[in-house]
C-alpha cells in the first residue's frame, strides 16, 4: 500500500491564505487598472480643452501690457486690435471674468487691496481675470470695498468696518 | 479595502498622494495644481486657493500657518512668536493650549487642520473615485508627542483613520526610494515656502531612525522673495526717484515678477523683468524694465542660504557623525530647486545631492508609500519588472523583428502571424532575439526551434502564429502554430530579463553606437527582400501566362530579371545598385504587361481584363506583405 501524505492542517492554512492574499492584490490591482482608463478617458477630454492653458496665460500678460498701454495712449486703432485679440483667445474657450461692481467672490477674484466704498463689491479691478473652458485660468486681482463710503481718502484707510 | 492616502500637511502649502498600479502618484487638487495653500477661513469654511485669495479683505478672519500652534501651549515660545505675526487672534484655551478666537467663537488649531484635511479627503475622493477613509498624515521630526496628537486627532474631525503618524523626513527618504536593502547615513535638507529643516536619518534594515534634527522655523522661500522685492524697488528708485513701496498696485504686481523671476533664474542664468506703465511721473507713464542675474540673485539671498548651514552643522554634531559618513543627501522643498543652494549643500556636505524626486512633492509620495506599506500594496506590486531590452524573432534576410519592445511592464503577451520565405517551405525556424539592434546576428540568441509539418504551399500562404509570452518571474514562453494544421511547437527561456546592469547597458550602447551602420545594413536586406519577391512573382506570372507574351519580351524581361538576381548575389552590393536594377526590371514588367492588357483589350473585350488586373495588383500587395515578417527557413 502507498501511504498517502496529508499536508498538515497549517500548510492548508498557510496556502489557503496565500491564495486570498493574492486574489485580493489581484483584485486590486485590476481596480487599479480599470480607475485608470477611466481617468484617461476623462483626461482624454480635458486635455484636449486644456492644452492651450500655459501658453494663454502667457499671451494674457502682453494683452495685460497691451491694455495698459492703451488706457495710456487710447489710440482707437490699438482699441480694435486689442479686441481683435481677445476676439481670437475666444473661439478658444476663454471667457473675461466679470468683475467690476459685483460682490467680491474667492473662486474668482484675488483681493489683493482693501479701500472705501460699498462692503464686499469691487471697486477696482486691477488685472482682468478669465476662465478657460469654465475654469479658472487666472482670477481677477481686484480692489474691494471695506463698507466705509468716506468723502476722504485718509478717513476710509483708516476706518475698517466689520 | 479602500486605499491608504498619504498627506503631507505642510505650514505653507500641503500635498496628497497615493499608490496606484505599484507607485506613488501626487493627487490634483480640484483647483488642477498639485499641492494647495494651507490657509483657512473657518466661518465660510474656505480652504485653500480660495481662502488665500480672500486673505486680504478678510486677514482677521483667515488663518495661515496653524501647523505651528499645533499641540502648542499658549504660553510657550512657538505660539507667542506666532501671535506676533498673525493677524487673527491667538488665545489661551482650556489647560491653556493655544487657541483661535474669531467670529466669536473659538477653534482648536486641530479644528483648522483638520479643514485642509477635509480638502485633501474629498479632492482624494474626487480623483479616485471611491470613498477615502484612512490616510498617513506627516508631521516634522522634532514634533513632540502632544503636538503628533494633535495632528492626529485633526485626522479624527475630519473623518479619517489615522494609520500612522510619519516624520516628514523619512517620507522623502522613502520617496527617493532609500529604504531597498542599503544600510546608511541620510541627510534630509528642507527648504519650504516658510520653514527650514534638516534632518540625519540612519537607515538599517528598511528602519528609519531620526538621529537628530534641526532648523529654523522661520525661513524659507518668501524671504527669498523679499529679497528680491527689495531690489527691484530700491533700483527702481535710484533709477527713477520714484518709491514703488507706496503703490501697492505696482508692489502687487513686483511681488507676482519677482516670484516668477526667481524660477526663472533656477534655469537660465538671466532673466528681464518687465512691467510696463507700472506707474506714473509728472502724468508721463514709467516701465519697468529690469535685467536680473543669476549672480545677482545669488548675491542678494546668500546671507538667507547661509543661514542654512548652522543648523546643519549642529544636526551633524547631535547626532554625532562625520560628513565622510553620509550617505546620502537629498533635497526637498521648492527652495532646493535654486542652484546656489544645492551647490552650498553640495560643498558644505562634500557629496552631490540627489535631487531625483520632485522637491514639492517628496513628503505626500512617502506617505503615500507608507500607505501602500501598510495595506500591503507595496510589498507585492513594486515587484513588478519590466524586460530591460526588446525580444523578437528572426525574420527574412537575418532581420529582427520585435515582439515585445524594452521597458514592456510583465507579465505580457504579443502574437503576430508570420508565413514563409519560399514556395513549399515545410518548416520554419523560429530563432529568439534579444536586443535593440535591427540585424540578427547583433543581438544576443535566447534560443531556437524548429516547427515542420507545413503543408506545400507558395510562399507567402501559410499562416505561422507566434506567440510570446513572459510572466511576472521573467520566463518566457514562445510558441509558434501553423493555423492551417493546428500544430504547434514551443520552447520556455528562464530569466529573460535577468541580466546584469552591465550587459543591458552594454547592449544599449551597442545600439547607439552602430545605428546608422545598422540602418544601412538593414535598407540593403529591405530592398534585397524587395527584389526577390518581384523575381518570384514575374516569374510566376511569366509562366502561369503561357503563350501571352511574344518570346521577345519573355526574353527581355527574364534578361533583367537575372541580373537583379546576380546583383542581389553579389557579396560586395549594395542598396543603390540593388535598386538601379531593380527599377530597371520593374520598368519593363510594366511595360510589357501594360502592352499585353491593352492587346488582349483590344483582341477581346469580353475576355475578363478585369481577372488579369487582378492577379497583378495581388503581386503588389504581397510584395508588401513579403518585406514585412516572414520567417527565415
Known sequence: MVKKTQPSKTEIEKILARAEEHETNYKRVLADYQNQERRFKEMQGQFVKYANATLLEKILLNIDSLEMAQSHIKDAGLDIVIKQFIETLKTEGLQLIESDGKLFDPKTMDCIEVVSGEKDKVIETLTKGYLLNEKVLRPAKVKVGNGVIARSESDAAISQSN | ?633
Open chain 2, 1 to 633: 479595502m479602500s486605499k491608504i492616502i498619504g498627506i503631507d500637511l505642510g505650514t505653507t502649502n500641503s500635498a496628497i498622494a497615493v499608490m496606484e498600479g505599484g507607485s506613488a502618484k501626487i493627487i490634483p487638487t480640484a483647483e488642477g495644481r498639485n499641492t494647495f495653500p494651507s490657509i483657512v477661513e473657518p466661518i465660510k469654511n474656505l480652504v485653500g486657493d480660495v481662502a488665500k485669495r480672500q486673505m486680504v479683505l478678510n486677514s482677521e478672519n483667515t488663518i495661515f500657518s496653524v501647523k505651528r500652534l499645533m499641540g502648542q501651549k499658549f504660553s510657550g515660545k512657538q505660539a507667542q512668536k506666532t501671535k506676533e505675526i498673525a493677524p487673527f487672534e491667538i488665545a489661551a484655551g482650556k489647560d491653556g493650549s493655544a487657541i483661535i478666537k474669531l467670529g466669536g467663537k473659538e477653534y482648536t488649531p486641530q479644528e483648522i487642520s483638520a479643514k485642509i484635511l477635509q480638502k485633501a479627503k474629498a479632492d482624494a475622493e474626487a480623483y479616485l473615485g471611491t470613498t477615502v477613509t484612512d490616510a498617513v498624515i506627516t508631521v516634522p521630526a522634532y514634533f513632540d508627542d502632544s503636538q503628533r496628537q494633535a495632528t492626529k486627532q485633526a485626522g479624527e474631525i475630519a473623518g479619517l483613520n489615522v494609520q500612522r503618524i510619519v516624520n516628514e523626513p523619512t517620507a522623502a527618504a522613502l520617496a527617493y526610494g532609500l529604504d531597498k536593502g542599503k544600510n546608511e547615513t541620510v541627510v534630509v535638507y528642507d527648504l519650504g515656502g516658510g520653514t527650514f529643516d534638516v534632518s540625519i536619518l540612519e537607515l538599517g534594515d528598511g528602519v528609519f531612525e531620526v538621529k537628530s534634527t534641526n532648523g529654523d522655523t522661520f525661513l524659507g522661500g518668501d524671504d527669498f522673495d523679499h529679497k528680491i522685492i527689495e531690489y527691484i524697488v530700491s533700483e527702481f528708485k535710484k533709477e527713477n526717484g520714484v518709491d514703488l513701496a507706496q503703490d501697492k498696485q505696482a508692489l502687487q504686481r513686483i511681488k507676482d515678477a519677482a516670484e516668477k523671476a526667481k524660477i526663472e533664474l533656477s534655469s537660465a542664468t538671466e532673466t528681464e523683468v518687465n512691467q510696463p506703465f507700472i506707474t506714473q511721473r509728472d502724468g508721463n507713464p514709467l516701465h519697468l524694465t529690469m535685467k536680473i542675474t543669476r549672480a545677482k540673485l545669488e548675491e542678494l539671498v546668500d546671507d538667507l542660504i547661509q543661514k542654512t548651514i548652522e543648523p546643519c552643522k549642529k544636526a551633524l554634531a547631535d547626532a554625532k557623525i562625520e560628513k565622510s559618513a553620509i550617505g546620502e543627501v537629498i533635497l526637498v522643498g521648492g527652495m532646493t530647486r535654486m542652484p546656489k543652494v544645492q551647490q552650498v549643500v553640495k560643498e558644505f556636505f562634500g557629496k552631490e545631492p540627489n535631487k531625483s524626486v520632485n522637491p514639492d512633492e517628496a513628503v505626500a509620495l512617502g506617505a503615500a508609500i507608507q500607505g501602500g506599506v501598510i495595506s500591503g500594496d507595496v510589498k507585492d506590486v513594486l515587484l513588478l519588472d519590466v524586460t530591460p531590452l526588446t525580444l523578437g524573432i528572426e525574420t527574412m534576410g537575418a532581420v529582427m523583428t520585435p515582439l515585445i519592445e524594452r521597458n514592456t511592464t510583465v507579465p505580457s503577451s504579443k502574437s503576430q502571424v508570420f508565413s514563409t520565405a519560399s514556395d513549399n517551405q515545410p518548416q520554419v525556424e523560429i530563432h529568439i532575439l534579444q536586443g535593440e539592434r535591427p540585424m540578427a546576428s547583433d543581438n544576443k540568441t535566447l534560443g531556437s526551434f524548429i516547427l515542420d509539418g507545413i503543408p506545400a504551399a507558395p510562399r507567402g500562404i501559410p499562416q505561422i502564429e507566434v506567440t510570446f509570452d513572459i510572466d511576472a518571474n521573467g520566463i518566457l514562453n514562445v510558441s509558434a502554430k501553423d493555423k492551417a494544421t493546428g500544430k504547434e511547437q514551443k520552447i520556455t527561456i528562464k530569466n529573460a530579463t535577468n541580466l546584469s546592469d552591465e550587459e543591458v547597458e552594454r547592449m544599449k550602447q551597442e545600439a547607439e553606437k552602430y545605428a546608422e551602420d545598422d540602418k544601412k545594413k538593414k535598407e540593403l536586406v529591405d530592398k534585397k527582400n524587395e527584389a526577390d519577391t518581384l523575381i518570384i512573382q514575374t516569374r510566376k506570372v511569366l509562366k502561369d501566362s503561357g503563350d501571352k507574351f511574344d518570346s521577345a519580351a519573355k526574353e527581355e524581361i527574364e534578361k533583367s530579371l537575372n541580373e537583379l538576381e546576380e546583383e542581389i548575389k553579389k557579396p560586395e552590393t549594395t542598396t543603390e545598385s540593388v535598386d538601379a536594377k531593380l527599377k530597371v526590371a520593374t520598368e519593363l514588367v510594366q511595360k510589357h504587361a501594360e502592352a499585353l492588357y491593352k492587346a488582349a483589350g483590344e483582341k477581346d473585350k469580353a475576355e475578363e481584363p478585369k481577372a488579369e488586373e487582378g492577379k497583378a495588383e495581388e503581386a503588389k500587395t504581397d510584395t508588401k506583405t513579403a518585406e514585412e515578417g516572414e520567417v527565415v527557413n
